[in-house]
């Protein structure tokens, strides 16, 4: 059974820090991604990173902000979120792939994130 679970999330005031967690269990995967949402718009990718050799890459929009990393040994990864704006709030979810896939076919359930003005 896949499962995996975000925390971290909470109210942060902006120009302020958060760091997001991913906890993965139930299969070994070749890349994790994370992804915000705000309520009724389309889900936005933020950073991904391949798991074996830890090469990432990020949206322009997050790059130099935000850093992804992962500690294999605990199947986690991390989104480190620095100067945040308050347009940066939104429901982030990581979610996992295989070698070969075109998308994430495994999802978290997210984690809210409120940045305050």
């Known amino acids: 059974q896949v499962h995996l679970a975000e925390s971290g999330g909470g109210l942060v005031q902006a120009g302020g820090s958060l760091r997001l967690s991913c906890t993965a269990s139930?299969?070994?995967?070749?890349?994790v991604g994370w992804f915000r949402q705000v309520p009724g718009k389309e889900r936005v990718f933020l950073a991904e990173?391949?798991?074996?050799?830890?090469?990432?890459n990020y949206a322009e929009s997050v790059k130099g902000r935000f850093t992804i990393s992962s500690d294999n040994a605990l199947s986690t990864v991390y989104l480190q979120m620095a100067s945040l704006k308050s347009e940066e709030t939104a429901v982030y979810y990581c979610a996992a792939r295989h070698y070969g896939d075109s998308q994430f076919p495994f999802w978290g359930q997210g984690t809210q994130v409120t940045v305050s003005s």
């Open positions: 990173i391949i798991l074996k050799g830890g090469s990432a």
């Open positions: 139930g299969r070994t995967f070749y890349a």
